[in-house]
Each structure stands twice: as C-alpha cells, then as structure tokens.
C-alpha cells in the first residue's frame, strides 16, 4: 500500500553536498518509521539513518554522524537525505525504506523493513 520512489542521486566531488529524496504514495506514511539505506558494490546494504514517527527522533550510521540529516516533510509525503562533506567511501546505491512496526533495537536492519524505493546512485570521486 505504500510506493516509495528516490531521487536526487548523482556524480559529485568530494566535499560537495547532495540531497536525496524520497516520494511515497498510497497509504500516508506518517505513522511509519522511515529509514535510508545504501549498498556499495560487494557489499551488503547498510543503514544510513531513520526517522522515527511517535517521537521525531532520528539515528544515524557513526560513518555518516554530522554529515548526514534525515527530514520528513509530512505536506509532501515525503522523506530527505541531506549529505554534506561527502567522501569516496559513500559512493552507493541509496534506497528509501518504510515500515509501520519496526522497533529501534531492529532499525538499522534492512530486513525488518517492508517497503523500499528503486534506489538512486550517489557516486564520489576524490
């Protein structure tokens, strides 16, 4: 019942700042927690941050702590990634993950998580 779709990906330098966002449609998602995930090549897919619906409380990933911020704008139905400071190690695919019942001790695993966006590819060059 929820669509999510990511944009705003792209090949930027490092140090420049790029802003993902995330579109959802069908069933308004403002009871949901919402999370952003990224998956590099050979590599597993990773939490980067969520937003947590009850209190507005964001996490982050340690990697991306004071670079990375989480928003939601609820008139839009609709979630950001702000990414600023951007290194190399953060070139990845981005994907924009929902969930209604996800607790905090399982957040940052992406299997907990039942609706997901196509994904939107962050690139970094040194």
């Known amino acids: 019942q929820v669509q999510l779709v990511e944009s705003g990906g792209g090949l930027v330098q490092a140090g420049d700042s790029l802003r993902l966002s995330c579109a959802a449609s069908g069933r308004t998602f403002s009871g949901y927690t919402m999370g952003w995930f990224r998956q590099a090549p050979g590599k597993e897919r990773a939490f980067v941050a969520a937003?947590?619906?009850?209190?507005?409380?964001?996490y982050y990933a340690d990697s991306v702590k004071g670079r990375f911020t989480i928003s939601r704008d609820y008139a839009k139905n609709a979630v950001y990634l702000q990414m600023n400071s951007l290194k190399p190690e953060d070139t990845a695919v981005y994907y924009c993950a929902a969930d209604s019942r996800i607790t905090i001790p399982t957040m940052r695993n992406w299997v907990e998580y039942d609706y997901w966006g196509q994904g939107t590819q962050v690139t970094v060059s040194s």
């Open positions: 937003f947590r619906p009850s209190s507005g409380f964001t």
